[in-house]
C-alpha cells in the first residue's frame, strides 16, 4: 500500500518532472551536443519509468525493456557523435 | 519493511534523476551540464533498478538487474567522454567562469575549430 502511494505520488511526478525540464533544454540547447545530452538524460529518465512500471504491475518481463533501452541510448549516442565528428555541429 | 526499503529506493532513485535534469537545464556550459547529468543519472538509474532488484528478489531478475547496472556504469562514462571531447573539438564556447582549460595547445591547429583558437 505504502508502495503504490509512493510511486504513484513521488516516484512517477519526480521522473516525470526530470523528462520535462530535459526536454526544454532539448529544445533550447545551443549547440546540437546539448541536445545530445538532453537525449541522454530523457533516455535515462525513459528507462527509470519503465522500471519503475515493472515494480507497479508486477510483470519483471519489463526489466529486459528497460534494458534493450539503455542498449539502444547508448549506441544513438555514440553515434550522434560520430556524426558531428564528421560533419560538425550547429 | 520490505515496501519501506523499496519505497526509499524509488524515491532516492527518481530524485537523482530529477536533480540530473535540473542541472540540465540551469547549469550555464555543456561541460558542466554533462558533470551534472553523467553521474547523478548513473546513480538514480542504479538505484532504481535495485529497488527492482530487491522487489522480485528472484535469480533471475536480480542478476538481469545487476548485469544492466553493470552495463550502464560502463557505458555511461564514454558516451559522456564522447559528448564533451566532440563537443570541446567542434569549439563549444566554455562558460566565462571557468578557470582552468588544460585541453588548451594540446591539439594540432587544424584540429580544433578557429573559433577555440581564437579564444
Request: aromatic share 8%; glycine share 8%.
Amino acid at each position: 500500500m505504502i508502495l503504490r502511494t509512493v510511486t504513484s505520488f513521488v516516484v512517477f511526478p519526480l521522473l516525470a518532472g526530470a523528462l520535462v525540464l530535459a526536454f526544454v533544454r532539448l529544445l533550447r540547447g545551443p549547440h546540437l551536443a546539448d541536445r545530445i545530452v538532453a537525449f541522454d538524460l530523457i533516455a535515462v529518465a525513459s528507462a527509470g519509468i519503465i522500471v519503475v512500471s515493472a515494480i507497479t504491475s508486477g510483470h519483471s518481463v519489463l526489466l529486459d525493456a528497460a534494458s534493450i533501452w539503455a542498449v539502444i541510448a547508448f549506441l544513438s549516442v555514440i553515434a550522434f557523435t560520430w556524426y558531428i565528428e564528421r560533419k560538425g555541429g550547429i | 519493511m520490505k515496501e519501506i526499503i523499496i519505497s526509499a529506493l524509488l524515491v532516492g532513485g527518481a530524485g537523482f534523476i530529477f536533480f540530473a535534469a535540473l542541472g540540465v537545464l540551469r547549469m550555464p556550459d555543456i561541460f558542466l551540464r554533462l558533470s551534472c547529468t553523467s553521474k547523478a543519472s548513473t546513480l538514480g538509474i542504479g538505484l532504481l533498478l535495485t529497488a527492482l532488484a530487491v522487489h522480485f528478489g528472484e535469480l533471475d531478475v536480480s542478476s538481469r538487474a545487476l548485469a544492466t547496472i553493470g552495463f550502464i556504469i560502463l557505458t555511461t562514462p564514454v558516451a559522456s567522454h564522447r559528448i564533451a571531447r566532440v563537443a570541446y573539438l567542434d569549439g563549444v564556447p566554455l562558460w566565462e567562469g571557468t578557470i582552468a582549460d588544460e585541453m588548451r595547445g594540446r591539439y594540432a591547429p587544424g584540429a580544433v575549430t578557429a573559433q577555440r583558437n581564437k579564444e
